[in-house]
């Protein structure tokens, strides 16, 4: 009877210190993969810095040099990078305002039409969500593919050099248009060059100006449905950021991002109107060998230097 008391009650304190020591079974939990972020650090600037990045903005967003393209190769050549996302939806609604600013008649005039149900202007308004449809359904179904690409400076590089095709190609292709507004089909055909300008490279400006004159309209109309249709894409890239606003708090500081507004805002200005001006006069193509220069540079230094290659 004492030995089955002494087997129900288990082993004594001795033989529980002479039992071999086990480490507790651990069962590894799957990890969150970390999500990568395209040119986005965390870091502090100062008022200085965030003008000039402000500037570039402001000018690359809508000059047909490409803004995506212009980062990335400074990432690489200079390790520069926006810190963080609240700057970067800063400097996005800067230059937003920046076209409204200049096409706030044109704006003002389609809103009254709409709400009097003129035909024109909603015509008009429909062409553009027409043309915006293309590059939303690839911007957010492709979001997470198309993230690679901005890692990938010899990319941009050679994208730089179709813009510069693409921008040289509208002094020839302006001679033919005469239409005030694209059909259904050309503001189709506008929306999938805008699409094709998520690409680091491709200037968004540059391609849907080329697709409009290519769709028979006037240069200068074309350039004011780019610029329209810019307000809608500018305002999905930052409505898209908005969810990571939370999580990023304000690393770069009020004085800095002020700045940045102020900055991005006043060189968007003046790159619309620069980009006017050089499309009437007709030189509009001595941005293609800009960004011939660029984007051949870039490509020759990375044959040299692989470390370049990204």
Not at 54 to 62: A, D, K, N, R
């Amino acid at each position: 009877m004492g030995r089955v008391l002494a087997r129900c009650a288990g082993p004594g304190p001795r033989a529980l210190h002479d039992r071999p020591h086990r480490p507790p079974l651990r069962v590894p939990l799957p990890r969150r993969p970390r999500r990568r972020t395209r040119l986005r650090g965390s870091h502090r600037v100062n008022p200085l810095e965030a003008f000039v990045l402000g500037v570039v903005q402001g000018l690359t967003e809508f000059l047909p040099v490409s803004s995506s393209g212009h980062l990335v190769l400074g990432q690489a050549l200079f390790g520069i990078e926006l810190p963080g996302v609240v700057f970067e939806v800063n400097v996005h609604v800067a230059t937003l305002c920046a076209v409204c600013w200049v096409y706030r008649g044109r704006l003002a005039e389609l809103a009254r039409g709409v709400c009097s149900a003129d035909r024109g202007s909603i015509r008009d308004v429909g062409l553009l969500a027409a043309a915006t449809l293309p590059a939303a359904a690839i911007g957010v179904g492709l979001r997470d593919a198309l993230e690679p690409t901005f890692e990938r400076p010899v990319l941009a590089a050679a994208m730089l050099l179709v813009t510069g095709a693409v921008v040289w190609s509208i002094r020839r292709l302006s001679r033919r248009g005469t239409r005030a507004r694209p059909t259904v089909g050309g503001a189709l055909a506008i929306g999938m060059a805008q699409a094709f300008a998520i690409l680091p490279g491709i200037s968004r400006s540059g391609s849907t100006v080329a697709a409009a004159v290519a769709a028979g309209v006037e240069p200068r109309r074309a350039a004011e449905f780019s610029f329209l249709l810019s307000i809608p894409a500018i305002g999905g890239a930052a409505v898209l950021q908005a969810p990571e606003l939370g999580e990023a708090g304000l690393a770069a500081g009020m004085l800095p991002l002020a700045v940045a507004f102020a900055a991005a805002a006043l060189s968007g200005v003046f790159a619309i109107r620069i980009f006017l001006r050089m499309l009437e006069q007709r030189v509009f193509h001595r941005f293609a060998w800009y960004c011939w220069l660029v984007g051949g540079g870039y490509l020759a230094a990375a044959a040299i230097w692989p470390a370049l290659r990204g």
